[in-house]
């Protein structure tokens, strides 16, 4: 560009077109060391962020995974609630319980039977355990009879 620039003073544009050259020259070279500078991530930059990455993954399902638990037994106690409403509405009609939940269903006092939050069917004893005209209940996360924890039984007889 400065080579075709026409100026009133002929010493001007010498001082112009070695100045451009020169400037010219300049930027290259720091375009290029720029570059060269700003390729990209290293390796080790890569492994860094993986790694944070990986802490905060492991934070949120440390802090997830109880509360969902929590949320199952809470849910199968629910589902308990209502079937033991279920059950003594049943008794109010018919002036006695019902042999079974497959009655509750059968008889109209509710749409269908739930499972329970582990995919098991609840359990339905009459007599109860100490003395209760009936239990229902789940067998909770290990589908068998006692445990502790998430694998406790979780019904009526709890209260």
Same mark, same amino acid.
């Given at each position: %560009? ?8 002929? @010493? ?5 077109? +070695?100045?451009?050259?020169?400037? +010219?020259?300049?930027?290259? #070279? ?9 390729? @990209? ?5 890569? %492994? ?14 440390? #802090?997830? %995974? ?22 003594? $509405?049943?008794? $109010? ?7 079974? $939940?497959?009655? $509750?269903? +059968? !008889? ?21 355990? +100490? ?15 006692? @445990? !502790? ?11």
């Amino acid at each position: %560009m400065a080579r075709f620039l026409k100026t009133r003073h002929p @010493g001007e544009s010498r001082t112009l077109l +070695s100045k451009s050259r020169r400037d +010219s020259g300049f930027r290259r #070279n720091d375009v290029r060391k720029r570059r060269k500078d700003e390729d @990209g991530f290293t390796l080790v930059e890569l %492994m860094v962020v993986i790694v944070i990455i990986g802490l905060l993954a492991t934070v949120v399902v440390v #802090n997830v %995974m109880p509360a969902q638990d929590t949320a199952r037994v809470k849910k199968a106690e629910a589902d308990i609630a209502t079937l033991e409403q279920a059950a003594e $509405l049943y008794r $109010l009609n018919r002036l006695n319980y019902p042999a079974g $939940l497959d009655a $509750l269903v +059968s !008889e109209g006092f509710i749409k269908r039977l739930p499972t329970d939050p582990w995919g098991n069917a609840y359990r339905y004893a009459a007599p109860g355990r +100490s003395g209760a005209p009936f239990d229902i209940y789940s067998l909770g996360a290990d589908n068998a009879e006692g @445990g !502790e924890g998430d694998d406790a039984d979780i019904g009526t007889f709890a209260k």
